[in-house]
């Protein structure tokens, strides 16, 4: 299996950036698929992003398309997040997620192993 832990979170004013990262640690990072998903108060939870294990293939959720960009880092098994332009309804918990099929996937169920989350709040 693998452990997750996320960092990077904070209060920015809107129209600010963030950058978080994942750091995984376990089983090879190269075997996931990760992604970025966020839960706020009240709501479900949501994906964000998702990249397949070889980088190449990147998956954004229409709201964050332009303005955020997932990457990853195998040789420090380390996922990013870089969110430019937030706005106060990116405000929630962020978590990344590793799961050992194929394509990044924007269900949640299809992720194996999950993080502990970081704070993003987004002031106006």
């Known amino acids: 299996q693998v452990q997750l832990v996320e960092s990077g979170g904070g209060l920015v004013q809107a129209g600010g950036s963030l950058r978080l990262s994942c750091v995984a640690s376990?089983?090879?990072?190269?075997?996931?698929?990760m992604g970025w998903f966020r839960q706020g108060p009240g709501k479900d939870r949501e994906f964000v992003a998702g990249?397949?294990?070889?980088?190449?293939?990147?998956e954004y959720a229409d709201s964050v398309k332009g303005r955020f960009t997932i990457s990853r880092d195998t040789p420090k098994n380390t996922l990013y997040l870089q969110m430019n332009s937030l706005k106060p309804e990116d405000t929630a918990a962020y978590y990344c997620a590793a799961s050992q099929v194929f394509r990044p996937s924007l269900i949640p169920r299809i992720y194996d192993y999950w993080g502990q989350g970081t704070q993003v709040t987004v002031s106006s």
């Open positions: 990249i397949s294990r070889s980088g190449s293939n990147m």
């Open positions: 376990g089983r090879t990072f190269s075997s996931y698929t």
